[in-house]
């Protein structure tokens, strides 16, 4: 199985628009015999992480919320394998981590969820904004892993940035901006499998509707090419990531992970993936289950 999430941090609306994208063009796809990797994998999309965040988001002058209603980065608040030595982040910083790893729910929900679901789970990719950049570990540290991993996300990097299109590059995150506390170390430092952060292209975190469907698509060629990519890695290329369709949607993810959910992410897909996401939320991350035939 594999599973993407999105919008863990509130403001970055154009993840959440192009993570459903995919989905709903994977759908579009087994709807036209078409191959997708869900052929291949289950495949789990949660679309709104930060379900409280993302309403806040909404609210008049917050547009640029990042932090969950508790004002903690979620992307900062992961179990840590390295320390931080700036060890006194204020409450303030957009990057606050919170008083102690995993100490919020959306954080715990998801953690328990993943560990439950370890044994079928192959790779994570969590979707941001707006770099335009394929991100693998590590994150916390400029050192490389060392165990012939590096190798194989290099390439798995190379690949996806190059099916995502031309506004896309790969690197190491930490080569970006050393980070602790993020989702994709905790994950690959946790259960040594393939994750990555996709950051959709852009210059401003509120994107124009005109770019939807262009990042959405980037995003769906991406994930199409991640889940290719983790046949590689795990050594098992096996061909191309497809067949004929087939598979049904259903089921809920994520559990007891936030409040409400209201409102649109960014609009209208063209597919049929733009409408509503959430409505009353009432604990869940209103994750989707699209399990493989």
Known sequence: ??????????????????????????????????????????????????????????????????????????????????????TKIPVTDETFPGLRPASEPETQGIAKWLHEKNSELSGWVDVHSVLGAILYPYGDTKDRIGNGDDEKFQRLGRNVAAAAGRNYRSQTAGSFGVAFGAFDDYLYRTYKKPVVTIEVAGRHFVAHVSTIRTRGEEIYRALTQFAQEVLIFEGNSGGNVGGNGGGNVGGNVGGNVGGNVGGNVGGNSGTNSGGNVGGNGGGNSGGIFFPKD
């Open 1 to 86: 199985s594999l599973y993407f999430q999105s919008l863990a941090h509130a403001r970055e609306w154009i993840a959440g628009s192009s993570n459903l994208y995919a989905l709903s063009s994977i759908l579009d796809d087994i709807a036209n015999g078409k191959k997708t990797a869900a052929d291949k994998f289950n495949l789990y999309f949660v679309p709104i992480v930060n379900i409280d965040g993302y309403d806040i988001s909404w609210t008049n002058g917050k547009r640029l919320q990042r932090k969950n209603a508790n004002e903690v980065d979620l992307n900062r608040n992961w179990l840590q394998y390295t320390t931080n030595p700036k």
